[in-house]
């Protein structure tokens, strides 16, 4: 069965960097699913960060975060990580990765928060000024 679960959230000034990792079953690395990051700022609508498909290929990215954001991944340790840098207050939010099958999406491992069925319970991230 897929199961995910985020950490690394943390409390850290702004400029600084984290690193947050999501930690999926070996059946989620064993099959062909798309693994994505969002985040959920109090008040807003959960976005899209960046995804990847655990059987590799190159990332897909949110463009007004890919220049700060960067998700990479360890299938031998079944992990997902998003390398975030230069971090904003604005970037405070719950952080939580969330898979989808192949063939859910489109080429691009990138989607609706309602195209993902599984999802973490989320990490969180408060940036301060």
């Known amino acids: 069965q897929v199961h995910l679960a985020e950490s690394g959230g943390a409390s850290v000034q702004a400029g600084g960097s984290l690193r947050l990792s999501c930690s999926a079953s070996k059946y989620t690395y064993s099959n062909r699913y798309c693994i994505s990051w969002f985040r959920q700022a109090p008040g807003k609508e959960r976005e899209g960060i960046a995804g990847l498909y655990t059987g590799g290929g190159d990332p897909t990215y949110a463009g007004s975060l890919k220049a700060r954001f960067t998700i990479s991944q360890d299938i031998s340790k079944y992990t997902s990580y998003l390398q975030m840098t230069s971090l904003r207050p604005e970037d405070t939010a719950m952080y939580y990765c969330?898979?989808?099958?192949?063939?859910?999406?489109?080429?691009?491992?990138?989607?609706?928060?309602?195209?993902?069925?599984?999802w973490g319970e989320g990490t969180e991230v408060t940036v301060s000024s």
């Open positions: 969330a898979a989808a099958p192949v063939g859910v999406l489109g080429p691009g491992c990138f989607g609706r928060p309602s195209d993902f069925g599984y």
